[in-house]
């Protein structure tokens, strides 16, 4: 579990294995980059257990070598990065907080939801499968955001009915986090991640 405030976006990240293995299938990063710009990446392992840790790990140094490459181009690199491994669910945001704008892309199990100050909320489905090595199209979505507009990326090991009750709240991310981690089990049937975001001024 942590916490950070960051100058344009406020974060709450969790993080708990699969029966409290010591080893997480499930991943998560998140960077400043340069030209006032923001990455966040999940990444979950197919299956539990280091095999499924060693492909999200995979995945995410994959992306700290250069994580200012354009996203579909840093899907590849992670997809190749999981070639002769078991394979990864992945998705990750970028965003830019000089325009205001949030570009997301997925592949495989893992949700992503937007929710814009309006109530307005969007959730782009990750193209189907994981990433194995094969080749694959990443497809790009992006959204414009203003101050209060909340984002949360999650892994399936989190089952949230009514996703809209807590981005929709005007509570800040901490707090927003604090809620949805109370919906996870202590000892959990799969590894379970997930981060939510908030927009400042
Ligand atoms: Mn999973």
Redo the contacts with the bound molecule.
């Keep these: 579990m942590s916490s950070i405030i960051k100058t344009h976006v406020e974060l709450f990240a969790f993080q708990r294995s699969k029966a409290l293995q010591q080893y997480s299938?499930?991943m998560y990063f998140f960077t400043e980059l340069p030209d006032n710009e923001f990455l966040c990446v999940l990444a979950?392992g197919l299956g539990s257990g280091i095999e499924a840790h060693q492909s999200a790990k995979a995945v995410i140094d994959a992306v700290k070598s250069d994580p200012s490459e354009e996203l579909d181009l840093l899907m590849e690199k992670c997809n190749q990065a999981v070639s002769g491994l078991r394979g990864a669910?992945v998705a990750m945001i970028r965003v830019n907080f000089a325009k205001q704008t949030l570009t997301y892309t997925g592949t495989g199990?893992i949700r992503f939801y937007f929710m814009e100050v309006t109530g307005k909320m969007s959730f782009p489905l990750s193209t189907m499968g994981f990433l194995s090595g094969r080749k694959q199209l990443f497809k790009l979505k992006q959204f414009r955001y203003q101050p209060g507009s909340k984002f949360l990326i999650h892994?399936?090991?989190l089952k949230l009915r009514k996703v809209r009750s807590y981005l929709d709240s005007s509570l800040n991310a901490l707090h927003t986090g604090h809620r949805i981690e109370r919906q996870i089990a202590s000892v959990p049937e799969?590894?379970v991640s997930f981060v939510v975001g908030k927009f400042l001024d």
């Design positions: 299938g499930d979950d669910a199990n892994s399936d090991g799969d590894d």
